[in-house]
C-alpha cells in the first residue's frame, strides 16, 4: 500500500472520529429521547443513506457480493445490534462503565479478529499505543463519573458490562468484515453500502417503536436528522475510505480521538467540567495516536 494512500486512510479516519465525536452534545440537546431511539435513528437511516448512494455499484458488485453473502449478513447483523448493545449498556451499567468497556475493548477485539483471520502480528509500538488509547480512554470517562451516576438499585451492571462487550465486538467486527469485503476486489462505497444497508433495515422495527419523541418538537426532530446525516452517513462514508487504506485495527485505534472531541464540546458547549484526570486521558490518547499513525503491522 503505498504510503501517500496510508496517509489519506488515516486523516479520513481521524475526520470520522471528530464527526462521532459530537453526537454525545448533540443528544443532549434533545434529552426527550431515548438513547436506543437515538441509536437506531442515527445509525438506521444513516445506514439505508449508505446504500441509496451506492445502490449504482452495489449492482455492479452483485456478484462479489453474493459470493460473500455470509459476510454481508454477519456485517449487516453486527452494524444492527452495536447502537442497540451500545446504549443498552451505558442504561444498565452506567455512562461510564458502558463507554469505557465498550470503545476499550474494540481494540483489542480487532486486533484477535486480525490474528486469528489474517494471522497478523502487531509490533511493540502498536501494543504500546494500544495500551495508551486504552488507559487513556478509561481516565477520561472515569473523569465524569460524578455526572453520570448508576443506580445499582436498578441496573443489572454484569449484564450491562455484558453488553458492553457485544457492542466493542460487533463494532470490531463490522469494521473487519468492510475492510475483508474490499480486500475481495469490492468497491469502499459497495462494501460499506451493503452491509450498513442492511443493518439500517434491521434497526427499522426499532426505531418505530421508540422513535415517536423525535416528532413532538422541530428541536428533536432537527437532532435525530443531523444525528443520521453528519456523524453516521458522512463519519462511516470516511471511515470506509479509510478502511480500504489502513488496518481494521490500526483504524479502531485512531477512532479513540472521539472521545476527545466528545470531552472537548462538553466542555466548550454545555459547560462540563473536565478534571486533571480526564486531561491525562486526552494526553495518553494523543500519544497513542503518534504510536499508531504510521504503519506498524507486520504479517507473518
Not at 49 to 56: D, R, S, W
Not at 212 to 226: D, E, I, K, M, R
Request: charged share 5%; proline share 3%.
Amino acid at each position: 500500500m503505498p504510503r501517500n494512500n496510508q496517509f489519506l486512510g488515516i486523516i479520513a479516519v481521524i475526520i470520522a472520529a471528530v464527526l462521532w465525536g459530537t453526537t454525545g452534545v448533540s443528544a443532549s440537546f434533545a434529552p426527550e429521547v431515548s438513547p436506543i431511539a437515538i441509536g437506531s435513528m442515527a445509525m438506521g437511516v444513516g445506514g439505508l443513506l449508505q446504500t441509496v448512494i451506492a445502490i449504482k455499484s452495489i449492482h455492479i458488485y452483485r456478484f462479489n457480493l453474493y459470493k460473500n453473502w455470509q459476510y454481508v449478513l454477519c456485517g449487516g447483523l453486527s452494524v444492527a445490534i452495536y447502537p442497540l448493545a451500545f446504549y443498552a449498556s451505558m442504561r444498565m451499567a452506567g455512562v461510564t462503565i458502558g463507554t469505557v468497556i465498550s470503545i476499550g475493548s474494540a481494540p483489542l477485539l480487532s486486533a484477535i479478529i486480525e490474528a486469528i483471520m489474517e494471522k497478523a502480528r502487531f509490533s511493540i509500538k502498536w501494543i504500546i499505543g494500544a495500551s495508551l488509547g486504552i488507559l487513556g480512554i478509561a481516565l477520561l470517562s472515569f473523569a465524569g463519573q460524578g455526572h453520570h451516576t448508576v443506580n445499582t438499585e436498578h441496573t443489572n451492571i454484569t449484564i450491562g458490562i455484558g453488553l458492553a462487550l457485544l457492542a466493542g465486538l460487533t463494532y470490531a467486527l463490522y469494521s473487519w468484515i468492510a475492510r475483508y469485503l474490499m480486500m475481495q476486489h469490492i468497491q469502499s462505497k459497495a462494501a460499506m453500502g451493503s452491509i450498513f444497508g442492511l443493518g439500517g433495515l434491521l434497526l427499522m422495527p426499532v426505531l418505530f417503536l421508540t422513535g415517536s419523541a423525535f416528532l413532538n418538537s422541530w428541536n428533536n426532530a432537527a437532532v435525530g436528522v443531523y444525528m443520521a446525516l453528519i456523524p453516521m452517513f458522512l463519519g462511516y462514508i470516511c471511515f470506509g475510505f479509510g478502511l480500504a487504506r489502513i488496518a481494521t485495527s490500526t483504524a479502531i485505534i485512531i477512532t479513540l480521538f472521539e472521545p476527545i472531541v466528545a470531552a472537548l464540546l462538553a466542555v466548550t458547549i454545555i459547560n462540563e467540567n473536565l478534571s486533571g484526570l480526564g486531561w491525562l486521558g486526552v494526553i495518553l490518547i494523543f500519544l497513542c495516536l503518534v504510536c499508531v499513525i504510521t504503519p506498524t503491522r507486520k504479517k507473518t
